[in-house]
C-alpha cells in the first residue's frame, strides 16, 4: 500500500469511525420519510438520492477489493512454491 495515498482514496469520514452511522442514519430515515409522505411538488429527490449513490459507491468499492483479493489468493505467482506446514502456522499464531 502507498505510503501516502491520493486525495480520493479515502471517504471523506474515515476518521470518525463507527460514529458516521449515528450521523447517517438520521438522515436517511428522515429523507425517506420526507420523500414518502410529501406531495409531488414539495418533494426535494436530491436528497432522496444521495443515499442510494453512497450504497452503490460502497458496493464498487467493496467488489474491486474483493477481486483484486480473490485474484491474489488464487493467482499462480508466488514467492515460495512450497505450501506451509503446521509448524509455522502455530508459531505464528503464538
Avoid: C
Avoid at 502507498?2 to 430515515?29: D, F, H, M
Avoid at 467488489?63 to 488464487?74: C, D, N, P, V, Y
Avoid at 512454491?81 to 509455522?88: L, S, V
Amino acid at each position: 500500500m502507498a505510503s501516502r495515498p491520493g486525495v480520493l482514496t479515502e471517504w471523506p469520514w474515515k476518521q470518525l469511525g463507527n460514529l458516521k452511522y449515528v450521523i447517517l442514519a438520521p438522515w436517511v430515515v428522515h429523507s425517506i420519510y420526507s420523500f414518502a409522505t410529501k406531495g409531488d411538488m414539495e418533494r426535494d429527490p436530491f436528497n432522496f438520492l444521495v443515499f442510494p449513490f453512497l450504497l452503490s459507491r460502497m458496493l464498487h468499492n467493496q467488489l474491486w477489493i474483493s477481486l483484486s483479493r480473490f485474484l491474489t489468493a488464487k493467482g499462480k505467482n508466488r514467492i515460495l512454491d512450497k505450501t506451509i506446514e503446521f509448524e509455522q502456522v502455530d508459531r505464528e499464531s503464538n
